[in-house]
């Protein structure tokens, strides 16, 4: 098991950067896939960001070339680095965790995440 703890959420203005964070109970030494997730206010749940334990990474088509997901493993420590925000990025940012998962690398978002944070908000104003 695993405890996930996010925050860097807040308010910016269009065009403005956040960095999230996303604090792990423990050491993340076996197969697993953490991803960044977002919902909007009467939208579903959808995958914003991952990263496998071989580091390889994926981006959801609407936050490719502006987010990038990064991990310290150090600290525990998984990032979602957002640049150029817009309006249309505000929601509520959810870093997710799973072990073993049946799909790795660039399908890491396909997989049934177990472990889930309590959530930050990202507003992004016009």
């Known amino acids: 098991q695993v405890q996930l703890v996010e925050s860097g959420g807040g308010s910016v203005q269009s065009g403005g950067s956040l960095r999230l964070s996303c604090a792990a109970s423990r050491e993340m030494t076996t197969r697993h896939c953490m991803g960044w997730f977002r919902q909007a206010p009467g939208k579903e749940r959808e995958g914003v960001a991952s990263?496998?334990?071989?580091?390889?990474?994926s981006y959801a088509d609407s936050v490719k070339g502006r987010f990038t997901i990064s991990r310290d493993n150090g600290k525990n420590t998984l990032y979602l680095q957002m640049n150029s925000l817009q309006p249309e990025d505000t929601a509520m940012y959810y870093c997710?965790?799973?072990?073993?998962?049946?799909?790795?690398?660039?399908?890491?978002?396909?997989?049934?995440?177990?472990?889930w944070g309590q959530g930050t908000q990202v507003t992004v104003s016009s």
């Open positions: 997710a965790a799973v072990f073993a998962p049946r799909y790795g690398g660039g399908l890491c978002l396909q997989n049934e995440f177990y472990y």
């Open positions: 990263i496998d334990h071989l580091g390889e990474t």
